[in-house]
């Protein structure tokens, strides 16, 4: 194939991995936006919410691993595609759900879909693009985690209003999903290491979880990672019902106002993000893992001040809590192509598949439970110190609205982590091209 040919190909390919993102996170978001009608339906706790967006994330977690090896040495195109119908299934059958443990049941299976696609999606993408244009790449990609939640969180509430019911939302998203599953099968992949600067040997790798686990930079990025899907899951997971019980914000109000935090923002956080990005990485070796550390400063920062602020003005609250959430997004850019660069391409599946662990079971799977928990046992405290006998959604507000100051420390923690991920990266990418190079000598 010609270099244009191969150019223009990797786009087309690289478009249909970012629409498949952003039906991975639209229908990932549809409960956190219709979480008050299933709890107010079934008589449900906080904790019990949160334990709804556990069980996925640990689900997603632990099937990841064996997905992401299946990647590095089968057809990610059908890995990706089977996965991709499956979820989307399973995202209708949620709709029918008839009680707590029949809706918990159905979203773990979701997670085993989902899990089949983001270790692919990455390897994918490290064989299509060199390392100087990774991060643009990556952020056109990731995309579809703002617009997915963007375009959920500005239609579920309008849908369920339209239908009069929670349930629809879940039956029209599988639909897309199911369609563009068929066009994943007829990717053309490029081969393993197709856009190294070295030629990449073939042959199966000797012991690759050891291989990967062996490289400091990795751990550094998984306590990263883990720290900022705590914070992230905790801030989807919770916002609407924290604005609707703290803000006084209808369900569709508050469902756009968590839009424009946590989607628009990405728009700007993305594209911006990841052309700065491979600006430093070209000026300084370590340049995008510190431009991620600068940016979780920000949004650890502009989160802590709207959140400690108590009952401002809703409008100043989400936009300062949106200026941070906007900075957060270089996680994605810095973090995500900084795993590529020192991980070899036979192993970037495996890799990708052992991070995403770490950030869901550890990460995305205890922010929502640890919130859910904190904000139960802040709603009992203020209800004492009231020395009421009886809990409202008074202190279920407080209660909430307190809990989710766990979001801007766990980014302070991601902050920590990244600046150590930076100390040892040029290191661990110098061993990656080396260990390359020897390999096909």
């Given at each position: 194939m010609q270099p244009n040919q191969q150019a223009s190909n990797a786009w087309r390919i690289l478009f249909l991995l970012f629409l498949a993102n952003l039906f991975n996170f639209f229908d990932r978001t549809i409960p956190a936006i219709i979480i008050e009608p299933i709890r107010l339906e079934w008589g449900l706790s906080d904790l019990q919410l949160g334990l709804i967006g556990t069980a996925f994330t640990i689900v997603y977690a632990l099937a990841g691993i064996p997905l992401g090896r299946m990647a590095d040495t089968g057809a990610r195109r059908k890995i990706m595609g089977w996965g991709l119908a499956?979820?989307?299934?399973?995202?209708?059958?949620?709709?029918?759900?008839?009680?707590?443990?029949?809706?918990?049941?159905?979203?773990?299976?979701?997670?085993i879909g989902e899990a089949s696609y983001a270790p692919a999606a990455n390897s994918l993408i490290g064989d299509l693009f060199p390392a100087h244009k990774r991060s643009r790449a990556m952020g056109i990609f990731m995309l579809g985690l703002p617009l997915g939640l963007l375009l959920a969180f500005f239609t579920i509430g309008a849908m369920v209003q339209a239908f009069g019911s929670w349930r629809a939302p879940f039956l029209i998203a599988a639909v897309p999903g199911l369609i563009l599953a068929l066009f994943l099968f007829f990717i053309r992949e490029p081969a393993r290491g197709a856009a190294e600067a070295v030629r990449v040997s073939g042959a199966p790798v000797d012991k690759p979880?050891?291989?990967?686990?062996?490289?400091?930079?990795f751990w550094w990025l998984v306590l990263a990672g883990l720290a900022f899907n705590f914070a992230s899951y905790a801030?989807?997971?919770?916002?609407?019902?924290?604005?609707?019980?703290?803000?006084?914000?209808?369900?569709?109000?508050?469902?756009?106002?968590?839009?424009?935090?946590?989607?628009?923002?990405?728009?700007?956080?993305?594209?911006?993000?990841?052309?700065?990005?491979?600006?430093?990485?070209?000026?300084w070796g370590n340049g995008r893992l510190l431009f991620a550390a600068f940016s979780m400063l920000v949004a650890c920062v502009c989160t802590g001040w709207a959140l400690s602020a108590?009952?401002?003005?809703?409008?100043?609250?989400?936009?300062?809590?949106?200026?941070?959430?906007?900075?957060?997004?270089?996680?994605?850019?810095?973090?995500?192509?900084?795993?590529?660069?020192?991980?070899?391409?036979?192993?970037?599946?495996?890799?990708?598949?052992?991070?995403?662990?770490?950030l869901y079971l550890l990460g995305g799977g205890l922010g929502p439970l640890a919130v859910g928990w904190l904000s139960d046992h802040y709603a009992q405290a203020a209800m004492h110190a009231a020395g009421a006998s009886e809990m409202t959604e008074a202190f279920k507000a407080v209660g909430l609205h307190d809990a989710m100051i766990l979001i801007p420390l766990a980014l302070f923690l991601t902050l920590l982590a990244l600046l150590q991920a930076a100390r040892c990266f040029q290191r661990d990418a110098l061993r990656m091209r080396e260990g390359l190079a020897a390999a096909v000598a």
């Open positions: 499956a979820w989307s299934g399973l995202t209708a059958l949620n709709g029918l759900a008839w009680n707590f443990w029949s809706f918990l049941l159905i979203r773990m299976g979701v997670g979880l050891r291989k990967v686990l062996a490289i400091r930079t801030c989807n997971s919770f916002m609407v019902p924290m604005l609707q019980r703290y803000f006084g914000l209808g369900l569709q109000n508050a469902a756009m106002a968590t839009g424009v935090i946590v989607g628009l923002t990405g728009l700007l956080g993305l594209t911006a993000g990841g052309w700065i990005a491979d600006k430093v990485h070209q000026r108590g009952r401002i003005e809703t409008a100043v609250f989400v936009g300062v809590f949106s200026l941070g959430w906007l900075f957060s997004y270089n996680f994605y850019t810095c973090v995500y192509t900084a795993i590529q660069d020192v991980i070899e391409p036979r192993l970037r599946a495996t890799a990708m598949a052992l991070f995403f662990a770490g």
